[in-house]
């Protein structure tokens, strides 16, 4: 079947978890807590795909987290189910994040201890903090109702040197008051 460009990411995100559309109120608060980090996990999975690494040379990008929680022991899971040899890397600081990673999921916890993510060259930065685009982040993992957006801070990601897929841009939501690009609605 033939998917266009712009509906890729969500194909990848359902179908890699088999989530169906879940009713408000049936739905516990552990239930949406613990599917809201599988889709945070896949997120940060697929996002490589939409990322442009400028040095041309990124073919198959590094993944490394700094700290724990429900949304990295998710993905840990996701990477050991990969056929692919992708392996997951844990960090204990930015320097050697930078140094061996080329996209970094920082838990909202270990964010708060960092208070500042520098754009290095080369690296994305992602947390679903809501702090993550004021203290540098690249993009924030934003729950909105029952969906989880991407909101990217472009001038962020311009520093590091990356740029965004044109897929990625329409249903990401910009955050940037700098930037003049337009992305998904809120």
């Known amino acids: 079947m033939n998917f266009t460009n712009r509906y890729k990411l969500l194909f990848y995100i359902v179908s890699l978890w088999g989530l169906t559309i879940w009713p408000a109120q049936a739905e516990s608060s552990a239930q949406k807590a613990f599917s809201e ?54 960090m204990t600081n930015l320097t050697e994040a930078s140094e061996q990673c080329d996209l970094l999921y920082v838990t909202e916890s ?6 500042t993510l520098p754009q290095y060259p ?17 993009i924030e993992l934003r729950t909105l109702g029952q969906q989880v957006k991407p909101v990217l801070s472009l001038s962020n990601i311009e520093k590091a040197n990356l740029s965004v897929s044109s897929q990625l841009m329409r249903i990401a939501i910009v955050n940037d008051p700098k930037s003049n690009s337009v992305g998904g609605s809120l």
């Open 122 to 138: 080369g690296l994305l930065t992602i947390s679903d903090s809501t702090d993550t685009l004021h203290v540098g982040g690249m």
């Open 110 to 115: 270990k964010l708060q201890l960092l208070q």
């Open 37 to 90: 980090h599988k889709i945070k996990a896949v997120y940060i999975y697929r996002l490589a795909s939409f990322i442009r690494w400028n040095n041309g040379t990124q073919t198959s990008p590094r993944f490394c987290v700094i700290g724990r929680d429900s949304t990295t022991v998710t993905l840990e899971k996701l990477f050991a189910k990969s056929s692919s040899n992708k392996a997951l890397l844990s």
